[in-house]
Structure formats: structure tokens, C-alpha cells
């Protein structure tokens, strides 16, 4: 038998090798393990069984069929992958401090986070195909009302989106879900409508579901997100990648913004065309 992937790299390699020959429920467990691997960390047992719609005694069968010594052990790939890619705000300034100097210049701040937008932008270039920008654009700009999903550090593209949306004539609404409401503020799209959903790792649950309730309801859905295992590409007609970059841990949203503005001002265009 092969090593037991001790990273949730050689876990995903895996799990993409093996998918195929997988029984049935052990299948539809790895999807849900690829779509929602910050579930997979954090949740129950009994929780991640429910979302996945399997019984709480696969989530072991999976983790001993892939060589695990039980659920606990491969979960805590899950958790090592967060803590890796996603260490908490302290421990960030930590980080930098100890590249910079404890005393760390403000101009060498700068200087990091200019690059860093610098960097998504360029990578933004390669990984947007003008034929799938301009797909995007076009089922935005037939739809009757736009809704825009994004929580938390995305938020504020969304937000601009629907101030960029609102002066140029093009009605949007912001899926703000303050009181856990955003499944209501959703309820009134049709096929008629458009979803644009924008999430990166790791991603946000509500902007997942959500994104899948609008798809399950034939809305088109537009989403910009950072790989080909975001749980959006499952819900997407179309997706664009942006991979924003990181000057110690935090990353730009320069990329992210540069693609909202040229999709909004694409779209009141294509509709000033007829």
C-alpha cells in the first residue's frame, strides 16, 4: 500500500487518483472533502456526515480505506492545511517582524503589499481568457437583476460591485445576509436573473451554498474564485481564477477588484449595445 499522505496536497493527489474506483457513498465523500475542506477541519463528525449526506460511520470507512488510523487522524490534514496557509493575524505580524526586523520599516510595507498587488495583477492577465470575460459579461448583461455573494475579506468587492452597478444604471442587489438572511435575499431571482459569486480560499460556506441553491434553481451563476476545486466551479456557467498574491500572509485584493470593475463597466456596456 501506498504512504498515507501526510499533507493535504499528497491527501488531495489521492483522492483525485482514486475517485473513480471509490464505492459510491466513499465517492460522494471526497467531493465533499475536495468542495469543503474547511468543514472537513472543524466540523463533528455527525455535522460533516449530515452536510455530506452520508452516515457518520462512512466518515471512518473513508478515512481507514485511504490508510488513516481513523476520521480524527485524516482531519487533522485538513487542520494542518489552514494553520500552513492561513495562520491567524498574530501570528502574521510574527512572521513579518521576523523577515523585516522587529522594528519593520513602514516604506519596506508598502513596498510588500505594492508588489504583491503588482503580482495578482499579472497572474490576473494569464489566468482570465478574454473569450470567458467576455461570457461572463454577456450573461450579466441579460439578466434582469444581478445578486452579488461575497463574505468576509471579499465583501468589499462585492460591495463595489453593487455601488459600480448602481451608478451605471444596472440593477444589482447585495446579498449583505445580516441576520443569517441572505437565503431570503436570494428567494426572489428567477432564470430571468444572474448570480456573480465571488470566494477564495478558504472558502465561505454561505457563499458556497448559496452559490448552489441559485444553480439547483437554474440561475446563472458568474463566479470569480482561485482554483478548480473551489466548491463555486461546481455552481458556475462560467468562473474566472484569480490567484491574488500575499506579502506575509496577507494577500491583495487588487486582482479581485480590477476584474469587478472591468465586469461592471463591461456589462452596462454590452447592455448600451442592445
Same mark, same amino acid.
Given at each position: ?48 456526515? *449530515? ?5 457518520? +460511520? ?29 495562520? @491567524? ?32 495583477? @499579472?497572474?490576473?492577465?494569464? +489566468?482570465?481568457?478574454? *473569450?470567458?470575460? +467576455?461570457?461572463?459579461? *454577456?450573461?450579466?448583461?441579460?439578466? @434582469? ?30 446579498? @449583505? ?21 465571488? +470566494? ?28 478548480? %476545486? ?19 500572509? %496577507? ?24
Amino acid at each position: 500500500m501506498d504512504a498515507v499522505p501526510e499533507d493535504y496536497e499528497g491527501l488531495k493527489v489521492l483522492l483525485l487518483s482514486r475517485r473513480e474506483a471509490l464505492p459510491k457513498r466513499l465517492k460522494q465523500l471526497a467531493a465533499f472533502a475536495l468542495e469543503h475542506p474547511e468543514e472537513m477541519a472543524f466540523g463533528t463528525v455527525a455535522g460533516i456526515a *449530515e452536510h455530506a449526506g452520508v452516515q457518520p +460511520s462512512t466518515l471512518i470507512r473513508f478515512a481507514k480505506s485511504l490508510g488513516y488510523d481513523g476520521f480524527s487522524h485524516l482531519q487533522q490534514i485538513f487542520r494542518d492545511r489552514l494553520r500552513e496557509r492561513f495562520p @491567524d493575524y498574530r501570528e502574521r505580524l510574527r512572521g513579518l517582524r521576523e523577515a523585516e526586523g522587529h522594528h519593520f520599516q513602514a516604506a519596506s510595507l508598502l513596498d510588500g503589499f505594492t508588489e504583491a498587488a503588482a503580482i495578482s495583477l @499579472d497572474r490576473m492577465r494569464s +489566468s482570465v481568457s478574454p *473569450e470567458e470575460l +467576455s461570457r461572463a459579461i *454577456e450573461t450579466l448583461a441579460k439578466a @434582469d437583476t444581478i445578486y452579488l455573494l461575497g463574505a468576509r475579506r471579499v465583501f468589499p468587492v462585492s460591495a463595489y460591485c453593487a455601488y459600480a452597478f448602481g451608478k451605471l444604471g444596472v440593477r444589482a442587489i447585495l446579498i @449583505d445576509h445580516i441576520a443569517q438572511l441572505g437565503p431570503e435575499q436570494l428567494a426572489t431571482a428567477t432564470e430571468r436573473d444572474a448570480v456573480l459569486a465571488i +470566494s477564495f480560499t478558504p472558502y465561505a460556506p454561505v457563499t458556497a451554498d448559496l452559490a448552489a441553491t441559485a444553480a439547483r434553481r437554474n440561475i446563472p451563476v458568474v463566479a470569480i474564485t482561485d482554483s478548480a %476545486f473551489s466548491p463555486l466551479v461546481s455552481s458556475a456557467d462560467i468562473w474566472l481564477e484569480v490567484a491574488e498574491a500575499d506579502f506575509g500572509a %496577507f494577500r491583495s485584493l487588487s486582482a479581485s477588484f480590477a476584474l469587478a470593475m472591468a465586469l461592471a463597466v463591461g456589462t452596462a456596456e454590452k447592455r448600451a449595445e442592445g
